[in-house]
């Protein structure tokens, strides 16, 4: 079986695939094709393969090649090396993971001068030969014969043959394979404070003496411990049982070096096996571990991070309507943006009711004028400072409109991000005469209006639904993040003549250079009249227009199927389908009824099969449908406005901001988010919060615990108001919320006892809302 076989059939058992459809994939991907267009316009080729299956199947393509090329390189150091046996290469080419190739790898490596080596130099290696050859002999006995000018004495002799039984037995890959696994099974990892760092590292406290497995330590729980221990607050430590774990090791090690009497040699040699255990292979075994702690921690939050980024630039879009943005301010006054239905910014102001200036009447007449005067639909209020407010405010000045007046519906909405967008150099282009404080209120407007098109331009990692963010490899978070943007925007798709140029950005085929040339062709010819016309931009080729046309939509253009996701190439038995139902190809377009009793099987042809034909006889019936909800929003309860007006039992309404492992944090709109815990999410037992739950999703929640001098909410969904508990809640940590600055996660120690409820909730509250 050659390599690319080989690949093929591992990847297709990780994603639940057939070999053939990994290979499919593989080329197309290879051939320059996109993963968004690889799933949505080539499922003959590759079975049906989903968006996130190819994004699996990439990355762990990247991975084997790296492997096989590492395989290939080995093998030609050891075959120069004139020592590659058959039964080595076998082991070589047997190898399942890049670990266990540098396992064999390590007696050939070239390394710098050990103390192994200059006991060889020193004639020592046949001494460390005689003692395993002869175990009813005395060591010592044995390393007289071995003195020199060089090896003064019989401990100098012992000690040079035990360093190269210690080396050897370190290059060992069997035995690195056994105390691998032994460690991974039954390893702990536990966290001591360091002497004197109590009180800076109080937010630490629950780890100052920690113990759990390593196999089973959660990822924000790792985190949060690694963190610890960058800071230097705690030291770490990945160790087998304290009992017994140290004397199984070195019964591994001694089984490797085959040590079965009780004669002197065999003494010797049990010790060095425990010296060999102590000093040498515990470490590299921590060392190991501790990495791939690391890894599966970073790829856990990274997973996090995707999963609710997605979310929330899936969220519903409140749609073309006229829009007017707060970015509320207490001492700086509230900016005002009014921005029409297609997202142009269309006026600015200023309000200052709060102190100092407190000129509520000024802020009021001039929120009536804007409603007014523009016809405004929607009233977009940031939730930071002095948002519940501003919302105050929005709503007397609603009652005050005149009979008859459409009065505008105020929706607060999360700011996370927006600052961050209003200094970038993206923003001085958009904007280059409006100071930066007010392009944040435009981006609050935009938002609602449409989040994923106004989010696509914040850095991901700014928007803040991620846990420990800038603690995880950052380059593998960027790479998953841009593409949660990238499949986001091209489920959507992205209207052509209106989209910017950050988001065309992230069409398949597309990138910023070509998004770029779009928006100056557009600039300077006018709209685009049909998706043919793409082909005259400057750089945008065949290969490119084929990848991103059909996630571009054109309305009311020249062509009636560019507002659909039908592929300009399959145009052709799109018509033929509205054909064979005898009617106009713009009159079928939207009409379900006019396809009822339309046979797909009858149009499948050599070029286009049954699930192409299938999703075009969709679009025809729903053209370019929003995958996207319908828009909902959350109404706070009046009078709740501060933590200090909670109390237990309160039922209110809110929006989900994060989901992590051990919960979701719901913003009920009294500037600090609410937790309800995996055990309050049902009324069954939840192993994964994303089984109730998504980032804004609107919920009913009641509160359960209020710490006002913590600023720690507990909430439930539970029908039963969380009185009742199931299993107890896993420990948890903090985490970074939308719109609030990321926190490390809480140290903190795990609910005692058998049930769920409010004393093992209330610690896990702790666990989850500690602060920095």
């Keep these: 079986m050659d390599t690319a076989h080989r690949i093929a059939r591992i990847i297709a058992t990780e994603i639940d695939a057939q070999p053939a459809q990994v290979a499919a994939a593989t080329a197309l991907l290879d051939g320059g094709a996109t993963v968004p267009f690889v799933a949505r316009y080539r499922k003959e080729a590759t079975g049906g393969l989903d968006d996130t299956q190819l994004r699996n199947l990439s990355d762990r393509l990247t991975y084997l090649r790296e492997m096989e090329a590492r395989r290939t390189a080995i093998l030609g150091v050891v075959r120069d090396q004139g020592k590659l046996t058959d039964h080595l290469a076998r082991a070589i080419a047997a190898a399942d993971t890049k670990a266990a190739l540098e396992d064999i790898y390590l007696p050939f490596k070239p390394k710098r001068r050990t103390k192994a080596m200059i006991a060889r130099e020193n004639g020592l290696e046949p001494l460390l030969r005689a003692i395993l050859a002869d175990r009813a002999a005395e060591p010592a006995a044995l390393a007289r014969t071995y003195l020199t000018d060089k090896v003064a004495d019989v401990k100098s002799a012992l000690e040079g043959a035990r360093d190269i039984l210690v080396e050897e037995l370190s290059e060992n890959a069997a035995l690195l394979g056994r105390l691998r696994q032994f460690m991974q099974d039954g390893a702990f990892i536990s966290a001591r404070v360091v002497s004197g760092k109590e009180e800076a590292g109080a937010k630490f406290s629950d780890y100052f003496d920690h113990r759990e497995k390593w196999a089973d330590i959660p990822a924000h729980r790792a985190l949060a411990i690694l963190r610890a221990a960058r800071e230097e607050i705690v030291t770490i430590d990945i160790a087998p049982d304290p009992d017994t774990g140290a004397a199984q090791a070195e019964g591994i090690v001694a089984q490797a070096i085959g040590i079965a009497g009780e004669g002197p040699g065999d003494h010797w040699l049990r010790q060095v096996a425990g010296w060999a255990w102590r000093v040498r292979l515990s470490n590299s075994m921590y060392i190991e571990l501790l990495s791939d702690l690391r890894k599966r921690a970073h790829d856990e939050a990274i997973h996090v991070f995707g999963r609710n980024l997605r979310d929330l630039l899936l969220a519903a879009p409140a749609g073309a309507k006229v829009t007017i943005g707060l970015d509320p301010g207490i001492r700086t006054g509230v900016k005002i943006a009014a921005i029409d239905a297609t997202g142009k910014l269309v006026e600015t102001a200023t309000i200052h009711p709060f102190q100092p200036r407190n000129d509520l009447r000024g802020a009021e007449s001039t929120l009536l004028t804007l409603i007014a005067r523009h016809g405004a639909e929607l009233i977009a209020i940031g939730n930071g400072t002095a948002s519940r407010e501003t919302e105050r405010l929005v709503t007397e000045v609603l009652k005050r409109l005149p009979k008859g007046t459409t009065v505008p519906k105020k929706v607060v909405v999360s700011e996370a991000g927006a600052s961050v967008y209003s200094a970038s150099e993206q923003a001085a282009r958009e904007f280059p005469d409006l100071d930066v404080s007010l ?12 989040p994923l098109a106004e989010l696509v331009k914040v850095p991901p990692e700014a928007i803040g639904v991620g846990q420990y963010q800038h603690d995880v490899d950052q380059r593998q978070l960027a790479r998953k993040l841009e593409a949660v943007v990238e499949d986001a925007v091209n489920a959507v798709g992205v209207d052509l003549n209106t989209a910017s140029a950050s988001l065309l950005a992230h069409v398949a085929g597309l990138g910023p250079s070509l998004a770029a040339a779009i928006v100056a062709h557009r600039d300077a010819t006018g709209a685009f009249r049909s998706r043919a016309a793409l082909k005259k931009v400057t750089g945008l080729g065949p290969r490119a227009f084929q990848q991103c046309a059909g996630f571009l939509r054109i309305r009311q253009g020249d062509e009636p199927l560019d507002e659909s996701a039908v592929h300009p190439e399959a145009y052709g038995v799109a018509r033929r389908i509205v054909a064979a139902c005898g009617r106009d190809l713009r009159q079928v377009m939207g009409d379900a009824g006019a396809l009822k009793g339309i046979s797909a099987e009858r149009f499948v042809d050599e070029n286009f099969g049954l699930p192409t034909i299938r999703d075009i006889l969709s679009e025809l019936e729903k053209p370019g449908r929003d995958p996207r909800p319908d828009f909902v929003t959350a109404s706070f309860a009046d009078g709740v406005e501060e933590i200090g007006d909670l109390r237990p039992g309160m039922s209110l309404e809110g929006t989900v901001t994060n989901v992590a492992a051990f919960g979701a944090f719901v913003d009920i709109g009294v500037h600090q988010d609410g937790l309800v815990h995996v055990s309050q999410l049902a009324d069954r037992f939840v192993k994964d919060p994303t089984e109730i739950v998504k980032v804004g999703d609107v919920v009913r929640v009641r509160v359960t615990e209020v710490d006002i001098p913590r600023k720690r909410i507990g909430l439930t969904m539970r029908k039963d108001g969380g009185a009742q508990g199931g299993r107890a ?33 209330g610690a896990a509250l702790q666990d989850a809302m500690r602060k920095r």
Excluded at 439 to 450: C, K, P, T, Y
Excluded at 735 to 754: I, L, S
Aim: net charge positive; charged share 20%; aromatic share 2%.
């Design 729 to 761: 809640p896993h420990k948890a940590a903090g985490t970074a919320q939308p719109g609030k600055a990321a926190r490390p996660a809480k140290p903190g120690a795990p609910a005692r006892g058998k049930g769920g409820g409010q004393g093992s909730f």
């Design 439 to 450: 392009r944040g209120a435009v981006s609050i407007a935009r938002r609602l209006q449409d």
